[in-house]
């Protein structure tokens, strides 16, 4: 069974920082495309950003470019998502997920190809 435990979520004031982590048990971690999502109350879940473990390819949302920075520890089956000047619209629950889909580019950041999903980090950027 494929699991999934993120951690890392908390808050902080605007301009700071937080990694995230997302620890991958069951299945061969060295075929998967890792990906972290958000959502806020009534709205769908965004993608932010996306690693194949196979060849270390990653997507940015827009919105996150030149700020978060994932990556990927294949030896501890993790992957982490540095979070750097944080903006109050970061604040969201985060979650991540995994496929073992051979997705294109622009669905990476779509949910439904996705198919095992942990917990969810709330992370707050207060102003």
């Known amino acids: 069974e494929v699991q999934l435990q993120a951690s890392g979520g908390g808050s902080v004031q605007v301009g700071g920082s937080l990694k995230l982590s997302c620890a991958v048990s069951?299945?061969?971690?060295?075929?998967?495309?890792i990906g972290w999502f958000r959502q806020t109350p009534g709205n769908e879940r965004e993608g932010v950003s996306a690693i194949s473990a196979v060849d270390d390819s990653t997507y940015y949302a827009a919105s996150v470019k030149g700020r978060f920075t994932i990556s990927i520890d294949n030896a501890q089956d993790t992957v982490y998502l540095q979070m750097n000047s944080l903006k109050p619209e970061d604040t969201a629950v985060y979650y991540c997920?995994?496929?073992?889909?051979?997705?294109?580019?622009?669905?990476?950041?779509?949910?439904?190809?996705?198919?095992?999903w942990g917990q969810g980090t709330q992370v707050t950027v207060s102003s």
């Open positions: 069951g299945h061969s971690f060295d075929e998967y495309i």
């Open positions: 997920a995994v496929t073992t889909k051979r997705l294109i580019v622009s669905s990476l950041s779509n949910a439904r190809y996705y198919d095992y």
